[in-house]
């Protein structure tokens, strides 16, 4: 994972480190094009994620999803599960679902909103987001949000995994404590 140095202590701290599975929440699903335009006037093939300023390729396989935001990003074929569909019913136009509660346990840690911060991610294109940016409302901070692995019975993050922001003003409605 590649952050700013700036926050670097704050995920050091393993104490600040907090685990969570996802919620069902209502979003979008099409298919992903390389021609189409999507939010981005003038660019086919390039979705921008409002909530941490980042512009996005799609490829030619895959989904463009749109959150509760009206945030966008590209998924893989493999992470339409989340969305409860068959793929086959997906197309070119944005199609309502509701998200899955997974299994999946995530750690979280909360970067203090007035602390701005960057996070560099490979979901197959590389893109830089912006955590805590100015002009968006971000509670009391926006979370990095990672996998989480077990060692002899002790769960904790997974740095290996190149994480995501979560947006703080919206996470509570993404993600539910962990209780298992």
Known sequence: MRVSDNIRPILENSTEWSFFTNRSYPAEIQLADPQQIY???GQ???VYNILEDAYEKVGSTGYVVTGIAGEMWPIAPGAVVKYNIDPAKIGAKPLPVQTVELDTVYAAIVIPADTAFTLEVNYGERAVLKGNRTGIAHGSGDRILVYTKCDDGIRQPDFSDSGRIVNGAIF?????????
């Open 172 to 180: 509570d409605k993404l993600y539910k404590p962990f209780t298992g």
């Open 39 to 41: 939010n981005v006037p």
């Open 44 to 46: 086919p093939g390039v």
